[in-house]
């Protein structure tokens, strides 16, 4: 095992694939995507100067239905990542009972370095030169380094180039861009209905302390939302460093200094700390919400919180995860808490093939149902067979993907 994400995700593979008795050529299907794209961008910067950026786009496997959602522009962006991100996708939506495969990309790219012409260029270019595309094939989304104004130009280079509206074919757009209400808070959203659920089922009561790592689109709206509920959120972190406050701290008045600032960092009454101090904080409820890989073999006997919501994807390496089980910590795994994003694109998918778009209130009643059954279902594997809610996520994933291979006639 080793914090490569792709290689993680394969050691789930095989854990839950014995528990779930699945089948040996399903499990060997599901070692490896059934396409992968990797492609280069030449463009010309503001200055004139030539660069060459790398794409990828990994379709990792569409036996329940079209893959989709997540392109990101990071500078860190490999085909290793692509390929895990794109099987958790896999696997998300099989959790979340939604009719789609896994689909991810990206660019190599730090798109804070560019100016909005040469983004809106290179976005536009990615579009153009990716093979496959389409609202029966595969659906970009948004994910880090991307977001609604991308999305937009997605959907517009690719309706120039077919020729004819077509809204479903790109998710996390702008609602006047024939996007969804509730797009951005989706994932966050979904966090904390899991977690409110989670703690009841735990016994945990609503003052529970909680430590947030990430203070993005997922963090910062869990973190409003359980602090509203009456959650003590102790300690928040992001790329610029931590804050903690042993009393709380006020989620509101934080997000209105971070829209000042644009960082949570020397926020009036908290102690500074470092983002990785704020795993290892006095807590009871800890939402790792950034990036993958962060708790580990190294850092998993400082961890205090009694429960792990996986709000970011793999932010637990399997030696971590096996340190902290040892502790008796409680880990709901990313494919089930950050799921709420994926359920929400499936709603902005269907509705930009009917035509027809939902009110707020309509999109939020069919996550937390979605959302809840899809924990339910967890929690019954978890009882039925004495496993982790990681294994019993899974198991219920791979179960479904095995009965659509054998019907589809592939194993």
């Keep these: 095992m080793s914090k490569n994400p792709f290689e993680n995700s394969l050691h789930t593979l095989h854990e839950a694939a014995k528990l779930a008795n699945i089948e040996p050529n399903v499990v060997k299907m599901l070692e490896q995507p ?41 500078p ?18 099989a959790v979340a009972g939604i009719p789609a495969g896994g689909g991810k990309g990206g660019i190599k790219v730090d798109p804070s370095k560019l100016s909005e012409c040469e983004l809106e ?7 153009r030169k990716l093979p496959v595309k389409g ?6 989304g948004a994910d880090i380094g991307t977001s609604a104004k991308t999305q937009a130009w997605m959907l517009d280079e690719l309706e120039e180039i077919q020729g004819f509206h077509s809204p479903a074919a790109i998710n996390d757009k702008p609602i006047e861009a024939n996007g969804t209400l509730y797009s951005r808070e989706a994932t966050g959203t979904g966090a904390y209905f899991l977690t409110r659920e989670v703690t009841r089922d735990l016994g945990i009561g609503k003052g529970a302390r909680v430590a947030i790592q990430g203070f993005g689109n997922v963090g910062r709206i869990a973190a409003r939302m359980l602090f509203n509920d009456g959650y003590k959120v102790v300690a928040v972190g992001d790329i610029f460093g931590g804050i903690y406050n042993a009393n709380g701290i006020e989620i509101p008045t934080l997000e209105d200094y971070v829209d000042k600032t644009g960082a949570v960092l020397d926020f009036p009454g908290t102690k500074k700390i470092s983002t990785a101090e704020v795993l290892e904080v006095e807590c009871d409820i800890l939402l ?4 993958q890989s962060v708790i580990t ?28 089980m040892a502790k008796g910590v409680t880990i709901i795994p990313d494919v089930l808490t950050n799921c709420g994003s994926a359920i929400v694109c499936s709603f902005e998918r269907t509705q930009g093939l009917t035509d027809t778009y939902w009110d707020e209130e309509t999109v939020v009643n069919k996550l937390e149902e979605r959302i809840v059954k899809a924990y339910k279902e967890t929690l019954a594997t978890v009882r039925a067979n004495k496993v982790t809610y990681r294994d019993a996520a899974w198991m219920n994933a791979l179960i479904k993907i095995q009965k659509a291979m054998k019907a589809r006639g592939w194993v």
């Design 135 to 140: 609202a029966w094939v595969d659906v970009p």
């Design 121 to 127: 260029r290179l976005t536009r270019a990615f579009i």
């Design 76 to 93: 860190d962006l490999d085909l290793d990542i692509v390929k895990a991100l794109g099987f958790w996708m896999t696997i998300k939506h």
């Design 34 to 74: 059934q396409r992968i794209f990797e492609f280069t961008i030449p463009m010309k910067m503001d200055n004139g100067e030539l660069k060459i950026f790398t794409a990828y786009r990994v379709h990792y496997c569409d036996a329940l239905g079209q893959t989709k959602d997540g392109v990101r522009f990071v």
């Design 297 to 324: 073999d190294v850092n998993a006997d400082k961890i205090k919180a009694k429960l792990i919501m996986e709000c970011a994807n793999g932010p637990c390496t399997p030696e971590g995860e096996l340190k902290l």
């Design 288 to 291: 790792p919400a950034a990036v």
